[in-house]
T-cell receptor, first 114, second 111 residues
Framework: NAGVTQTPKFRILKIGQSMTLQCTQD?????MYWYRQDPGMGLKLIYY???????DKGEVPNGYNVSRSTTEDFPLRLELAAPSQTSVYFC?????????????FGEGSRLTVL | DQQVKQNSPSLSVQEGRISILNCDYT??????FLWYKKYPAEGPTFLIS?????DKNEDGRFTVFLNKSAKHLSLHIVPSQPGDSAVYFCAASVNAGKSTFGDGTTLTVKP
C-alpha cells in the first residue's frame, strides 16, 4: 500500500521548458490536490479535483494545467517553465465529506527552474 | 490577504515541557481546523483536527483548542519530545473543503 506516490522527486528545468509531475494514489480517494511550497512559506493550492473528469483552480493556477482521467492519477503540467515556479510540489488526497480536510500527502517533488 | 496566520516562525522548548503553537484566522466561514506536522524532505502528515462546534480536541499528548470569538486556535504538546521537532502547519477549511494553510512554525525540542 504505497499511499500517494510522486515522480520525479527532483528535477532541474531550463526556462521555457515544459514537464509533467506525476501523482498516483492507491487509497481510492476521490479528492486530489496539488500544492506548492516556497521556502519559509505555507502550502498554496494550485489545482484540485473532486473526482475523475472534474478539476478546478486553486489560489495559484497560472502556468499550470491538470487532468484527472482516472481516480488514481492526477498529473500536473508545467508549460513554459519560469524561475518563479521553482518550488517543492506536493500532491495530496482526501476522502471527501467531513474527513475531506484530512489530507494524505506525497513526499514532494523539488523543481528548480534555471 | 493571508487568511491563516502563524505569527511565530520558530519555537524552542526543553524536552518534557509544554509546547504551545498558535494560529490565527480571519475568515469567519472557516469551520474545520487541522494541524499537520512536517519533517524535512517529507510530505506533511495529519496530526489532529477540530470542528468549529467544539472548543477542544485531545489525542494523546496533543490537544487543540479553538477560540471562535478570537479566531484563534492553538496546539499543545505535553510532554514535548525531541522527536516532535518538525514544522507544524495550521490549516482551515469551509465545509471540510479545500484547506488554506499557514506558513508554519518550526518547533525544536531540546534534550
Amino acid at each position: 500500500n504505497a499511499g500517494v506516490t510522486q515522480t520525479p522527486k527532483f528535477r532541474i528545468l531550463k526556462i521555457g521548458q515544459s514537464m509533467t509531475l506525476q501523482c498516483t494514489q492507491d487509497m481510492n480517494h476521490n479528492y486530489m490536490y496539488w500544492y506548492r511550497q516556497d521556502p519559509g512559506m505555507g502550502l498554496k493550492l494550485i489545482y484540485y479535483s473532486v473526482g475523475a473528469g472534474i478539476t478546478d483552480k486553486g489560489e495559484v493556477p497560472n502556468g499550470y494545467n491538470v487532468s484527472r482521467s482516472t481516480t488514481e492519477d492526477f498529473p500536473l503540467r508545467l508549460e513554459l517553465a519560469a524561475p518563479s515556479q521553482t518550488s517543492v510540489y506536493f500532491c495530496a488526497t482526501g476522502e471527501g465529506g467531513r474527513k475531506n480536510g484530512e489530507l494524505f500527502f506525497g513526499e514532494g517533488s523539488r523543481l528548480t527552474v534555471l | 490577504d493571508q487568511q491563516v496566520k502563524q505569527n511565530s516562525p520558530s519555537l524552542s522548548v526543553q524536552e518534557g515541557r509544554i509546547s504551545i503553537l498558535n494560529c490565527d484566522y480571519t475568515n469567519s466561514m472557516f469551520d474545520y481546523f487541522l494541524w499537520y506536522k512536517k519533517y524535512p524532505a517529507e510530505g506533511p502528515t495529519f496530526l489532529i483536527s477540530i470542528s468549529s462546534i467544539k472548543d477542544k480536541n485531545e489525542d494523546g499528548r496533543f490537544t487543540v483548542f479553538l477560540n471562535k470569538s478570537a479566531k484563534h486556535l492553538s496546539l499543545h504538546i505535553v510532554p514535548s519530545q525531541p522527536g516532535d521537532s518538525a514544522v507544524y502547519f495550521c490549516a482551515a477549511s469551509v465545509n471540510a473543503g479545500k484547506s488554506t494553510f499557514g506558513d508554519g512554525t518550526t518547533l525544536t525540542v531540546k534534550p
